[in-house]
């Protein structure tokens, strides 16, 4: 694998452009294997303002004294993982790709005054019954040694071409009941928040920020980062200093709305709140597990 170490991270806005621009000549796009290119970025400090911003906005302690909330080096290496989905040689459209899941391993808690290098790579390339799915991959080093490291998955749907026993419909009576976890907060989101997230972690994808840019892409109101509702309920959880965290993504949180938060030992989910039609929605579905070393 190819390594092209940067001296600044990328433009979002200018890589955003570029993978839209792109995304037409990517349509049907079929591959098996993954681009070799790895970036690489050194010398990555954090920004106080920044940060302060978003463990506002995700409920995270505040304080240059606290460790890094455990989804920000996500933050971090977003514009190197943007970059790679808007390279010409990936194969899939960086329009209309969805963050299905994410795994974090964080080996100890991250000082908001370290010095950090960070790493983007694409781990794989895979058929999906419903398209084709990439891995994606962002390591953080401290004096070489890996301390924090994330896969996410983003699936571009897009016709197989042959059918699969997958593909059809589930007869859903055959599955067990999934009994709902007991609910310990009630949220009332405000149509803001993605605008609010957007500024603190640079992500401003119009679906985020007002019902106008949202209708553009087929949602009836601006909903919300997946990220940030994952930040949400690990800030409401609890991590500890060594933690693996896996989170799915199930539906999108329409805003402005209400979502209820909930969890028992490792679990937690956030479903629809309220006494609507979607109270019983599933939004997210998440586990935090402690690792061997500080808790």
Partial sequence: MQTLTLAAPPSLPSVLARGALLSPLKRGARSSGAPGMRLVLPGVRV????LAAYERVCGFAAGRDQALPVTYPHVLGFPLAMRLMAARDFPLPLLGLVHTSIEIDQRRALGPAEEYELAVYLDDLAPHRRGTEAVMVTEVRVGGEVVWESRSRYLARHRTGAADASDAPRDRSAE???KPLPAVAEWTLGGDVGRRYGAASGDRNPIHLYPLTAR??????????????VARCLAQHGVPQAARIHAEFKAPVLLPGTVTYAAEGSAFELRGGGHGAGEDRIHVTGEVLALDGPS
């Fill in 176 to 178: 067990p009941a999934r």
């Fill in 216 to 229: 553009l892409f087929g949602f009836p109101r601006a909903i919300a980062h997946g990220m940030w509702t």
């Fill in 47 to 50: 920004d106080g303002a920044r």
